[in-house]
């Protein structure tokens, strides 16, 4: 036991040591992009006089460490700092945009999930069959189409020909449609390729041969054995794709009008608003890494031979 | 081409009341390409969302939206004195904010100070307002500003939204931003931000109700998302589709389109350096470039070329100047007598965010080199441009716009960029252009603005001719914003994209 919590200790400290290890690189890339002063003072451009009282206003006339240890400190007592755009604390304007951003994700995960994972084991137990084969074809076609091309032409084609669905905006579920079979595209491809893939894997190993030459049911040999085995990689994948949620669907958001945060970053890019860029990005990393770490200490508790390793 | 009225229906009235009425009562609903950035008024919004807002707050002069001029608001006169120092102002007496309390001087003072107080340092309205020193309420309805120097285009050079002074003392800062009220046609009812904002009608309102009792604003930032929610129909009025979808438009029975001027597109010159430090080599430039077939053949012929800096729509146009005649001859001899027989190499910048410009900018080149210019084109996003533009790191030529400005339409343009004084030269974008004579104009028109609105025009109208002659900068043409906008709605687009929708109203 006292093995096992040395081991998730480390892959804590690990963990924390990347954020920060990205954090300070982040932190100094957007610097490095430029200053957001002349954008601040609109199109027209400004004074010398009016650009000084705005990067004083904004802590911008210190020295950038100095910016970055006060940042570093405001963070490590949860306070994200305010946008300098919109002048509000930055975890406000992404804690309400984040419901709509996780309902999208999460139903386009589930959608994935759904398709991905029976084409996946169907496409293993026949390989070589019509079903491989369309879903082998299939799968490139997804991953070869943009995400916002798609995007327009199912709004074209269901919005705008048929008027089945909305084209844009969010309120009731008939909005969701279209932008959850984008992104659902975006995860069934790979899925269903690393389930394929597992699955073959387990099946020509010695323990499901044994359990064929036990005379057993396929049924019972390919869910009691195969099944629970390969789902292990498949799981982790499902897993980093839930970590992925927050930033994944920044251009689909952007198509289809949606408040999520996707939108928060994309507009806080555009308008150099680098806190808001700084927390949404420190967050999505963070939700990676925690899925990561979780991921990691079950699989430390569950296969002994991880922690050889 | 510029003011286009919204509808294609008629405008006599003739709006049936056979049953129709659940059509007439039907919520507006405005696509818009940028998202508020608060309730606030007085903080930072571009005029597009100033236009939005003041649906909700009046401002202290408004503009008329059939014929461009100023027209009263809240203020109802305001008499500089001799030296335009002193301003006394007398504002309406029957106007109230959606809570009942009634608009007074209190309130005009009390937006003032919000404006000049030191938490406002760095936004444009500061700069425009802060000569003003003292404030003084003479009665309910009249109050006296006094300003550090003489300011004759004071009242007029920027939109002022007044401010509930009571409530924002009551509720604070905060409790106006959940909830904020204004004295405009409109009352707020919910802002979710990248969403929409939801506005209902001010019964009360002293300029008689809005006929429009629901009126919401989306937030579509993607063009492509927005031409396609105008042709779905969820939007009635859609700001920004794409050109493609404009022109397939034109002819529909249902949905309009419209354009309005956004700003224009020139090409700053860098005239402190070889080779546009030379008057001829600028007219070479402008000689050189054939815009009429840029303009039909790129942009649909939806643009209007500007003879020098300044549109049709804007005071101070001079009507009798033409355009730089597209003569690749002439421009090649010009350049050889500048020193240039052989041509000369150029760099040359687009910003991206000027209207097509990623289509525009390489179709200019091939023309520059038939006259001997040699240039080399990088695109550049808009912040690198800012940023180099504030350490005058610029190439020698770069495509950029400058925006339609809502009240001093001319003069400002003038003031900021071409003028030749410590203040332009500070300015990011300024500055670079100096003609003695020019400047001297400038000071005349300006000091002449309130006594003598005649002569300041015909002095604008001799500086954009010395502009012109002293090719100041590459002249080119105004932007175009394209809208699509249902024929069932009466409403004027204006060109300066005011979205105000207090007289808007269905057709039937």
């Known amino acids: 036991m006292g093995e096992i919590l040395g081991i998730v200790g480390r892959r804590v400290v690990a963990t924390v040591a990347t954020l920060f290890g990205l954090i300070i690189v982040l932190f100094h890339l957007l610097f490095l992009l430029g200053s957001p002063i002349n954008l601040m003072m609109g199109e027209d451009g400004g004074t010398q006089e009016q650009a000084d009282a705005i990067r004083e206003r904004l802590g911008l006339d210190q020295p950038i460490w100095q910016q970055f240890l006060t940042y570093m400190g405001n963070l490590l007592t949860g306070d994200l700092g305010e946008s300098w755009r919109y002048e509000r604390p930055v975890l406000d304007m992404i804690t309400e945009r984040l419901p709509a951003t996780l309902t999208l994700g999460l139903l386009a995960l589930l959608l994935g999930v759904l398709i991905a994972l029976p084409l996946g084991l169907l496409a293993a137990v026949k390989p070589g069959s019509w079903l491989d084969n369309l879903s082998r074809v299939g799968a490139v076609t997804a991953n070869s189409l943009p995400n916002f091309w798609l995007a327009i032409m199912l709004i074209i084609v269901f919005a705008v020909q048929l008027g089945w669905v909305p084209a844009t905006g969010r309120g009731t579920w008939q909005h969701l449609v279209l932008p959850v079979i984008v992104l659902a595209t ?16 387990v099946l020509n190993k010695d323990y499901v041969r044994t359990a064929r030459s036990k005379g057993l049911p396929e049924r019972t040999v390919l869910r009691r054995h195969a099944l629970r085995n390969a789902m292990i990689p498949v799981t982790t994948v499902i897993a980093l794709r839930v970590g992925d949620l927050v930033a994944g669907t920044v251009i689909v958001e952007a198509v289809f009008a949606y408040p999520g945060v996707g939108r928060v970053l994309a507009e806080a890019m555009a308008f150099r608003d680098y806190p808001v860029v700084l927390a949404t990005v420190t967050l999505t990393a963070a939700s990676v890494l925690l ?3 979780i991921t990691d200490i079950i699989y430390t508790v569950l296969d002994p031979r991880v922690r050889i390793s | 081409m510029l003011p286009l009225a919204a509808c294609g229906g008629s405008d006599s009235g003739d709006v049936s009341d056979d049953g129709a009425s659940s059509d007439i009562d039907r919520e507006l609903v405005v696509g818009i390409t940028e998202d508020l950035t608060g309730a606030n008024p007085l903080q ?14 009046d401002s202290h002069v408004g503009q008329d939206p059939e014929t461009q001029e100023m027209v009263p608001q809240i203020f109802t006169s305001w008499e500089p004195n001799a030296d335009a120092t002193e301003w006394t102002i007398q504002i309406r007496d029957d106007v109230t904010f959606h809570n009942g309390e009634e608009l007074t001087a209190d309130d005009v003072k009390f937006t003032l100070d919000f404006i000049l107080s030191p938490e406002m340092g760095g936004h444009e309205i500061n700069i425009f307002w802060n000569t003003v020193q003292e404030i003084e309420v003479v009665g309910d309805y009249e109050l006296v500003l006094r300003t550090a120097t003489s300011t004759p285009g004071l009242i007029e050079t920027s939109e002022l939204a007044i401010l509930p002074k009571d409530y924002i003392e009551e509720v604070g800062w905060d409790g106006f931003d959940e909830a904020p009220i204004g004295s405009g046609p409109y009352k707020w009812v919910e ?17 008689g109700a809005p006929e429009i009792k629901d009126l919401r604003f989306r937030v579509i930032t993607d063009e492509a998302a927005m031409g396609a929610s105008y042709q779905a129909g969820e939007v009635h009025v859609a700001q920004n589709i794409p050109l493609e979808l404009y022109r397939s438009l034109e002819n529909d029975p249902e949905l309009g389109v419209g354009t309005s001027s956004s700003a224009r597109h020139y090409i700053l010159l860098d005239t402190t ?46 009507p009798d100047l033409e355009p730089y005649e597209y003569d690749p001859e002439r421009a090649r001899e010009l350049l050889g007598e500048a020193g240039y027989p052989d041509g000369v190499d150029v760099e040359y910048w687009a910003r991206k965010g000027v209207f097509q410009i990623e289509q525009v900018a390489p179709a200019i080149l091939p023309y520059l080199e038939e006259a001997g210019f040699r240039a080399t084109l990088s695109v550049k996003e808009r912040g690198d441009v800012e940023d180099l533009a504030e350490e005058r790191t610029l190439a020698q030529m770069v495509s950029t716009n400058w925006g339609i400005n809502q009240q001093l339409i001319g003069m400002e343009i003038y003031q900021t960029r071409f003028t030749c004084n410590e203040e332009t030269m500070s300015n990011t974008w300024g500055g670079w252009y100096c003609n003695p004579r020019y400047d001297e104009l400038a000071a005349e028109a300006i000091a002449q603005w309130i006594d003598d609105p005649e002569a300041v025009d015909a002095k604008t109208r001799e500086m954009e001719a010395i502009l012109q002659e002293d090719a100041g900068v590459g002249f080119a043409y105004m932007i175009p914003r394209l809208y699509g906008l249902v024929k069932s709605l009466d409403w004027i687009l204006t060109p300066t994209q005011n979205l105000n929708f207090a007289r808007a109203r269905w057709l039937s």
Do not use: C, K
């Not at chain 1, 069934?188 to 389930?195: D, K």
């Not at chain 2, 939801?198 to 019964?203: G, I, R």
């Not at chain 2, 430090?277 to 303009?295: C, E, G, S």
């Open chain 2, 273 to 318: 350096r070889p080779p546009f430090d030379d008057v001829r080599v600028r007219q070479a430039l402008n000689h050189a470039i054939d815009w009429d077939t840029i303009i039909e053949e790129l942009l649909a012929g939806l643009v209007e070329r500007t003879p020098a800096i300044l549109g049709s729509a804007e005071r101070g146009f001079n």
């Open chain 2, 44 to 57: 930072r919004p571009s005029s597009l969302i100033f236009g939005v807002l003041s649906n909700v707050f």
């Open chain 1, 291 to 293: 899925v990561t770490l």
């Open chain 2, 191 to 207: 802002w979710r931000a990248g969403e929409h904002l939801v506005l209902e009608a001010n019964e009360d309102y002293w300029g």
């Open chain 1, 186 to 201: 975006g995860v069934v491809p790979m899925l269903m390729r690393i389930t394929r893939a597992a699955m073959l894997e």
